[in-house]
């Protein structure tokens, strides 16, 4: 039975990479980010709360897909149900950040990234309302192609 679940999930993300590779992804050294990044983990911490960890591993799974023309694709699956896709557009602001929105940029959300070879560490800050006070945030996701 698990040697199974494993095959259903490595012929998933095969399944999911061909799909999602198209003839523009070509090697751009001035974007060293286009491509397709495996989520390891994420971390969120908001206000005083405790730190809370997200490991995407069997069952889970969580992929971007950062494409040369900007276009930003996330799909994160879990076993047994349609994966979730959000896509945005996305433009390089600077030499270490990115802005990631719907449809205008005025909409987005700003990250800083951190290249190491074939890891990337994606960190959102910002601020969000609960209960009429604005109370801080940190996101961060960690991944690897």
Avoid: A, H
Avoid at 2 to 11: D, G, L, N, W
Avoid at 129 to 142: A, D, F, K, L
């Amino acid at each position: 039975m698990r040697k199974t679940f494993i095959y259903f999930v490595v012929f998933s993300m095969i399944l999911f990479t061909i799909s999602s590779c198209t003839k523009d992804d070509v090697v751009d050294p001035n974007n060293p980010l286009i491509g397709l990044w495996s989520v390891e983990k994420d971390t969120y911490k908001e206000g005083n709360r405790d730190l809370e960890t997200t490991f995407y591993d069997e069952p889970t799974s969580y992929f971007i897909q950062i494409k040369s023309k900007g276009d930003w694709v996330e799909e994160e699956g879990y076993l047994g149900q349609e994966p979730i896709v959000r896509t945005y557009q996305y433009e390089l602001i600077g030499n270490d950040s990115i802005l990631c929105y719907t449809r205008v940029p005025s909409d987005g959300f700003k990250m800083r990234y951190e290249l190491n070879g074939l890891n990337m560490i994606l960190t959102e800050k910002g601020y969000k309302e609960v209960s009429g006070v604005n109370i801080p945030y940190t996101y961060v996701r960690y991944l690897y192609k």
